[in-house]
């Protein structure tokens, strides 16, 4: 039972436009929501976050829109660059309870120029 | 600069072999966590740590055991490796402050099993 899903596997974006990832959860004990990157060959890597109390988070290019109604969340990256191109997760924990984080199948963001 | 490092970056094992990927991180994080990455499945959750000699099982801790006799390292076992185990493994760390709930995670080892 996929509690985060990410239904998009790719996306494909124009260099300088806004790129978009969804996500979306059925948990509705899950309040802290994260997104990743990850590139070929290493470690995913921290890229901005938001907890349940909020609904936008804006770090830069990047802004995280949480919907606790529709229990969606997206990822904006504005403008796109060629190195944002790699796979982004997002995951989600439930603050009270364990340390863990849930993951979706992740969406394979290609940037071109 | 937090840091978390795996043993090897690749590895083939033959069906039937004990198996053992090492993690270590520098940062003094209470917290460790080993993932599987598959195509189309994400990261999932083998087993976590709280602390030291403690364990917690994920969502797919079959075919996996750990240990975790210091702080700073977790090691991943597959008693019994089976192909049905290849893939990517991720290790990661992380402190808990507040609300954030940041893993860091080392750069993963392919593990082939033939």
């Known amino acids: 039972d996929q509690q985060v899903k990410q239904n998009s596997p790719s996306l494909s974006v124009q260099e300088g436009r806004i790129s978009i990832l969804n996500c979306d959860y059925t948990?509705?004990?899950?309040?802290?929501f994260l997104w990743y990157k990850k590139y070929p060959a290493e470690g995913p890597t921290f890229l901005i976050s938001?907890?349940?109390?909020?609904d936008k988070n804006e770090d830069g290019r990047f802004t995280v829109f949480l919907n606790k109604s529709a229990k969606h969340l997206s990822l904006h990256i504005v403008p796109s660059q060629p190195g944002d191109s790699a796979v982004y997760f997002c995951?989600?924990?439930?603050?009270?309870?364990?340390?863990?984080?849930?993951f979706g199948q992740g969406t394979r963001l290609t940037i071109n120029p | 600069d937090v840091k978390v490092t795996q043993s090897s970056r690749y590895l083939v094992k033959r069906t039937g072999e004990k198996v053992f990927l090492e993690c270590v991180q520098d940062?003094?994080?209470?917290?460790m966590f080993w993932y599987r990455q598959d195509p189309g499945l994400g990261l999932r959750l083998i087993y976590f740590?709280?602390?030291?000699?403690?364990?917690e099982k994920g969502d797919i801790p079959e075919g996996y055991s750990v240990s975790r006799e210091k702080k700073e390292r977790f090691s991943l076992i597959l008693e019994s490796a089976s192909t049905n185990q290849t893939s990517m493994y991720l290790c990661?760390?992380?402190?808990?402050?507040?609300?954030?709930?940041?893993?860091?995670f080392g750069p993963g080892t392919r593990l082939t099993v033939l």
């Open positions: 948990n509705s004990m899950f309040d802290y």
């Open positions: 938001i907890s349940s109390i909020k």
């Open positions: 990661a760390s992380s402190f808990r402050r507040g609300y954030t709930d940041t893993q860091y």
């Open positions: 995951a989600a924990s439930e603050i009270q309870g364990a340390q863990k984080l849930v």
């Open positions: 940062m003094d994080h209470e917290n």
């Open positions: 740590s709280y602390d030291v000699k403690m364990k």
